[in-house]
């Protein structure tokens, strides 16, 4: 058993969600954003944020960097394969660190990956992976190391590779379930064996370590056992975002840890309250909404429809509920903001959906808005804030970035042909074009292009793979929310707009997946 007691006691929680959960198309945040994540993190009591891959772009190197460099109260890590190329650059990252940060080192362990991928035998996997630790040892003291698809590794060489890695240097060995392959009691077991028998664990208080994939639904599953066999840091995305089918989900793991304490006898040092905003704050920044029933943080979560549950709510919530909204910060939503609600009262709202980074020259400008839009609405609710913070956010963008912004959109209606102008903006130039169609969305859509072509910005065959559009809280007055889909190629982009106006809410959408695809790189690992 690990023999720790500290290890014994407390689950350290590894955040991915500015690494492998930004690897999925649409998902992309860039350096400034994942510095605010982080601040949120830390807030949140998040030990450990993998900031980035540092080699695979100069986006990633800069998010590592920036987070390394201003966020305090949270270990920055990095992501390198075992080739010196990639340490070496993760400790350029880290030239300026605040905090003493982590190198993450990974290497396939499978048999399926040594023959198809590596071409290795056990023996040089083992090596490289020993020369890797050593060399990442060399700038931090902090080294993780990962044997990819462990789950489908034998365990034999698992347990090798573990012990050789651990006496080169390794504090936290983290076992991956890669491929979403693996089901909780086989998951659990192995967990087990290697607490058991690996007796370097606990010699040098190596840190046992989970990072699961839900390919099969089975990801938060798979990691609470681990957890449950003595695994103590568990890796996790906000709302469960990575490649594929997603990573485990954050929130759940937390909650169900800290509901079900009596069975996995672990503590947690997180701040359960910022569990919501924090939620909402990255999928404003991702422009994906988050699923209605997506446990711990969608929208009907808390919502009970059925008689029988109501009459036992209404008679004590513990009938139907096993934590309160507010354990989890769902706070404010049933109480909309007025123009009268001041500078402070749009401040305090404002932190409890997740930005707490508001200086006093933002608020002005947010407020500015927030006049505007209440003066137009009456009511002004949570969806509508994330909207306004959201258009200031590209506004920064188009300024820093080079992004094509939309500056007014005009439409109408001749003759049963409905025309769009849209005129746009980039790099302070400013050109307008119109498009026709048959409804105003496949009008706006021919405007953007028109507008995008005939000016040189149009990146090439793009094509429109989904539209969906509903709305906010609120009744007529609410605003429309828009998401599409886009892809050139292999390459696929998303955006999301809000706005009382269906039709701008598009062009946002359309335009932010656009600025998206061309520019985030594709990652190459």
Same mark, same amino acid.
């Given at each position: 058993?690990?023999?720790?007691?500290?290890?014994?006691?407390?689950?350290?929680?590894?955040?991915?969600?500015?690494?492998?959960?930004?690897?999925?198309?649409?998902?992309?945040?860039?350096?400034?954003?994942?510095?605010?994540?982080?601040?949120?993190?830390?807030?949140?009591?998040?030990?450990?944020?993998?900031?980035?891959?540092?080699?695979?772009?100069?986006?990633?190197?800069?998010?590592?960097?920036?987070?390394?460099?201003?966020?305090?109260?949270?270990?920055?890590?990095?992501?390198?394969?075992?080739? %010196?190329?990639?340490?070496?650059?993760?400790?350029?990252?880290?030239?300026?660190?605040?905090?003493?940060?982590?190198?993450?080192?990974?290497?396939?362990?499978?048999?399926?990956?040594?023959?198809?991928?590596?071409?290795?035998?056990?023996?040089?996997?083992?090596?490289?992976?020993?020369?890797?630790?050593? @060399?990442?040892? /060399?700038?931090?003291?902090?080294?993780?190391?990962?044997?990819?698809?462990?789950?489908?590794?034998?365990?034999?060489?698992?347990?090798?590779?573990?012990?050789?890695?651990?006496?080169?240097?390794?504090?936290?060995?983290?076992?991956?379930?890669?491929?979403?392959?693996?089901?909780?009691?086989?998951?659990?077991?192995?967990?087990?064996?290697?607490?058991?028998?690996?007796?370097?664990?606990?010699?040098?208080?190596?840190?046992?370590?989970?990072?699961?994939? %839900?390919?099969?639904?089975?990801?938060?599953?798979?990691?609470?056992?681990?957890?449950?066999?003595?695994?103590?840091?568990?890796?996790?995305?906000?709302?469960?975002?990575?490649?594929?089918?997603?990573?485990?989900?954050?929130?759940?793991?937390?909650?169900?840890?800290?509901?079900?304490?009596?069975?996995?006898?672990?503590?947690? %040092?997180?701040?359960?309250?910022?569990?919501?905003?924090? #939620?909402?704050?990255?999928?404003?920044?991702?422009?994906?909404?988050? /699923?209605?029933?997506?446990?711990?943080?969608?929208?009907?979560?808390?919502?009970? /429809?059925?008689?029988?549950?109501?009459?036992?709510?209404?008679?004590?919530?513990?009938?139907?509920?096993?934590?309160?909204?507010?354990?989890?910060?769902?706070?404010?939503?049933?109480?909309?903001?007025?123009?009268?609600?001041?500078?402070?009262?749009?401040?305090?709202?404002?932190?409890?959906?997740?930005?707490?980074?508001?200086?006093?020259?933002?608020?002005?400008?947010?407020?500015?808005?927030?006049?505007?839009?209440?003066?137009?609405?009456?009511?002004?609710?949570?969806?509508?804030?994330?909207?306004?913070?959201?258009?200031?956010?590209?506004?920064?963008?188009?300024?820093?970035?080079?992004?094509?912004?939309?500056?007014?959109?005009?439409?109408? @209606?001749?003759?049963?042909?409905?025309?769009?102008?849209?005129?746009?903006?980039? %790099?302070?130039?400013?050109?307008?074009?119109?498009?026709?169609?048959?409804?105003?969305?496949?009008?706006?859509? /021919?405007?953007?292009?028109? #507008?995008?072509?005939?000016?040189?910005?149009?990146?090439?065959?793009?094509?429109?793979?989904?539209?969906?559009?509903?709305?906010?809280?609120?009744?007529?007055?609410?605003?429309?929310?828009?998401?599409?889909?886009?892809?050139?190629?292999?390459?696929?982009?998303?955006?999301?707009?809000?706005?009382?106006?269906?039709?701008?809410?598009?062009?946002?959408?359309?335009?932010?997946?656009?600025?998206?695809?061309?520019?985030?790189?594709?990652?190459?690992?």
């Amino acid at each position: 058993m690990i023999t720790k007691k500290s290890n014994q006691d407390k689950v350290i929680f590894f955040d991915t969600t500015s690494r492998d959960g930004k690897q999925a198309p649409g998902n992309n945040h860039s350096p400034e954003e994942t510095v605010l994540l982080a601040r949120h993190l830390a807030e949140m009591g998040v030990d450990v944020m993998e900031a980035g891959f540092p080699i695979s772009s100069d986006a990633d190197f800069k998010s590592v960097r920036y987070v390394a460099e201003e966020v305090a109260g949270i270990k920055c890590a990095a992501l390198a394969r075992a080739r %010196n190329e990639d340490i070496e650059c993760a400790a350029r990252a880290f030239k300026n660190a605040i905090t003493p940060p982590r190198i993450h080192v990974f290497i396939a362990s499978s048999d399926i990956h040594l023959k198809d991928k590596l071409r290795m035998s056990e023996e040089q996997v083992i090596s490289v992976a020993v020369n890797a630790i050593r @060399k990442a040892r /060399s700038y931090v003291d902090d080294v993780e190391f990962s044997p990819e698809d462990a789950s489908r590794t034998g365990f034999d060489f698992l347990k090798r590779i573990v012990k050789a890695t651990i006496e080169a240097g390794a504090n936290t060995i983290n076992i991956p379930d890669t491929v979403g392959y693996a089901v909780p009691k086989e998951f659990g077991d192995m967990i087990a064996r290697l607490n058991q028998e690996v007796y370097f664990l606990h010699k040098h208080n190596a840190t046992l370590s989970v990072h699961c994939h %839900n390919d099969l639904g089975m990801a938060t599953a798979n990691t609470l056992a681990g957890i449950k066999n003595g695994a103590r840091q568990a890796h996790c995305t906000i709302n469960g975002i990575g490649e594929r089918a997603g990573n485990t989900h954050f929130a759940e793991v937390v909650m169900a840890l800290k509901t079900r304490r009596d069975y996995f006898g672990v503590n947690i %040092n997180i701040d359960t309250a910022k569990i919501g905003p924090t #939620a909402r704050f990255l999928s404003s920044v991702i422009g994906k909404s988050i /699923s209605d029933t997506l446990p711990i943080v969608g929208e009907n979560v808390f919502a009970h /429809s059925a008689g029988v549950h109501q009459d036992g709510m209404n008679k004590s919530r513990k009938t139907y509920e096993i934590m309160s909204p507010e354990l989890v910060g769902w706070k404010g939503e049933l109480f909309p903001l007025s123009s009268q609600s001041g500078r402070q009262g749009l401040k305090k709202r404002l932190a409890d959906i997740g930005y707490t980074a508001v200086d006093q020259t933002l608020l002005n400008t947010v407020y500015a808005q927030f006049i505007a839009l209440a003066n137009t609405k009456k009511l002004v609710y949570n969806a509508d804030l994330h909207m306004l913070m959201q258009e200031i956010n590209g506004k920064e963008k188009a300024k820093s970035k080079h992004w094509i912004r939309l500056v007014r959109c005009d439409y109408h @209606k001749v003759n049963e042909e409905r025309t769009v102008v849209v005129r746009l903006a980039v %790099n302070g130039n400013e050109f307008e074009a119109s498009g026709t169609g048959d409804g105003p969305i496949h009008s706006a859509w /021919s405007a953007i292009k028109n #507008a995008l072509q005939r000016n040189n910005y149009w990146p090439g065959d793009v094509e429109l793979k989904s539209f969906d559009i509903g709305k906010s809280v609120g009744g007529v007055e609410a605003c429309g929310l828009a998401q599409v889909q886009i892809a050139m190629g292999a390459k696929t982009a998303y955006g999301r707009g809000v706005n009382t106006d269906i039709v701008i809410a598009y062009i946002q959408a359309e335009l932010s997946a656009i600025n998206h695809l061309v520019h985030t790189p594709i990652i190459q690992t």
